[in-house]
């Protein structure tokens, strides 16, 4: 088997949602990615970051006042959001917080901090920032040797940059 590119990368994720609205005020309105595009009649739309093209693709076609999927059953885990570092983290830490939704879980998996979230649609979504290579853990072998161990969330939420 050959290796994937070194350079691939996942570009966005697309997810059929019940109600695209409500789907928009989670995604853009907490976490505070940007509309850039209604697609179909305003069955989708596409929001980013910085800019690009999208990101996240909402979208109803399928979906439209549906219900999740029941536990127990195949589907997305979750979508994880990588953030340029520790305070763009406690930044979006504190949007969740101040929306009143509920944090489902948070760790410090050693390469990693995360915490945990659902959107109005019961899609897990990870919110996270990756720790320098150089930290990672490793065996005795070299191998990486990721943990779960907890993560102050108190502590990264006072890390948020103030607001001007």
């Known amino acids: 088997m050959t290796p994937v590119h070194p350079a691939t990368r996942i570009g966005h994720v697309h997810l059929k949602v019940s109600n695209l609205e409500r789907a928009i005020e ?3 309105g907490v976490l505070g990615f940007e509309p850039m595009q209604y697609y179909s009649g305003g069955q ?15 979208n ?3 979906s439209a006042g549906g219900t999740p ?16 570092d520790r305070a763009a983290l406690a930044d979006a830490l504190r949007r969740v917080v101040e929306a009143g939704i509920a ?18 649609d019961r899609n897990g ?13 490793r ?7 990721m943990v779960n161990k907890p ?10 940059p103030a607001r001007g």
């Open 125 to 137: 979504v990870e919110l996270y920032v990756d720790k320098p290579e150089a930290e990672w853990p």
């Open 103 to 120: 944090i489902e879980g948070a760790a410090d998996h050693g390469v990693s901090e995360a915490f945990y979230v659902s959107d109005p």
């Open 139 to 145: 065996d005795a072998s070299g191998n990486l040797a």
């Open 69 to 84: 999927p029941p536990k127990g059953h195949t589907g997305l885990f979750h979508t994880a959001f990588l953030y340029p």
């Open 151 to 160: 993560l102050d969330l108190e502590r990264l939420l006072a890390e948020a």
């Open 26 to 28: 989670f995604y853009s």
């Open 44 to 58: 989708a739309a596409f929001l980013s970051a910085g800019g690009y093209h999208h990101h996240i693709g909402l």
């Open 60 to 62: 109803t076609w399928e």
